[in-house]
Antibody, heavy 130, light 108 residues
Framework: EVQLVESGGGLVQPGGSLRLSCAAS????????MNWVRQAPGKGLEWVAY????????YYADSVKGRFTISRDNARNSLYLQMNSLRAEDTAVHYC???????????????????????WGKGTTVTVSS | SSELTQDPAVSVALGQTVRITCQGD??????ASWFQQKPGQAPVLVIY???NRPSGIPDRFSGSSSGNTASLTITGAQAEDEADYYC???????????FGGGTRLTVL
């Protein structure tokens, strides 16, 4: 069974740090790009960071750039998010999600290829509060 | 980066058809994906690409797109379809992801 399991969340004071982990199983982790997505209480989904399969390409949302670091260990089938200088607005459930590339093959296609996030973990909660 | 706009709330009578829309410039370059999220649960992918459903997603869910607008249609809505629905796509650069603000679907 393809599965992602996040861990590492908790209560941290403003300005503090936390390291989230995402353990992958049921698929060849090293073949897939990965993402972190978060959801503040009562709010919508917000993409946080992306990392390529090798780890050589990384992108961040402006809201976390310079404070968060995404990384991966393909030998351990694990994805990480190092969160520094945490703020109250970082309080959220944090999900890891697998990134996929697909090709349009049915009928007339407006776009020949596309990306999507097909597998999500259940999330880990980060609370930033004094 | 770019934004995706969704109506905050939509309602549908049981068994009727409902369309949830998502607008944004990035959709001119990319298909949207659609996610269903029920309270206290992780998002679940329901539509991706031109109109593809992951295994286990009922065929009453379908997707379409035109210009800068993507749509998720539920034909014959069921009580269990009551949930929040989010669209997303890569942004205009193709590197970053953007999500719509979500649409809360109520089945009456």
């Amino acid at each position: 069974e393809v599965q992602l399991v996040e861990s590492g969340g908790g209560l941290v004071q403003p300005g503090g740090s936390l390291r989230l982990s995402c353990a992958a199983s049921g698929f060849t982790f090293s073949n897939y790009e990965m993402n972190w997505v978060r959801q503040a209480p009562g709010k919508g989904l917000e993409w946080v960071a992306y990392i390529s399969s090798s780890g050589s390409t990384i992108y961040y949302a402006d809201s976390v750039k310079g404070r968060f670091t995404i990384s991966r260990d393909n030998a351990r089938n694990s994805l990480y998010l190092q969160m520094n200088s945490l703020r109250a607005e970082d309080t959220a459930v944090h999900y890891c999600a697998r990134d996929r590339l697909g090709y349009c093959t049915n009928g007339v296609c407006d776009h020949h290829y596309y990306y999507y996030m097909d597998v999500w973990g259940k999330g880990t909660t980060v609370t930033v509060s004094s | 980066s770019s934004e995706l706009t969704q109506d905050p709330a939509v309602s549908v009578a049981l068994g009727q058809t409902v369309r949830i829309t998502c607008q944004g410039d990035s959709l001119r370059n990319s298909y949207a994906s659609w996610f269903q999220q029920k309270p206290g649960q992780a998002p679940v992918l329901v539509i991706y690409g031109k109109n593809n459903r992951p295994s286990g997603i009922p065929d009453r869910f379908s997707g379409s797109s035109s210009g800068n607008t993507a749509s998720l249609t539920i034909t014959g809505a069921q009580a269990e379809d009551e949930a929040d629905y989010y669209c997303n796509s890569r942004d205009s650069s193709g590197n970053l992801w953007v999500f719509g603000g979500g649409t809360r679907l109520t089945v009456l």
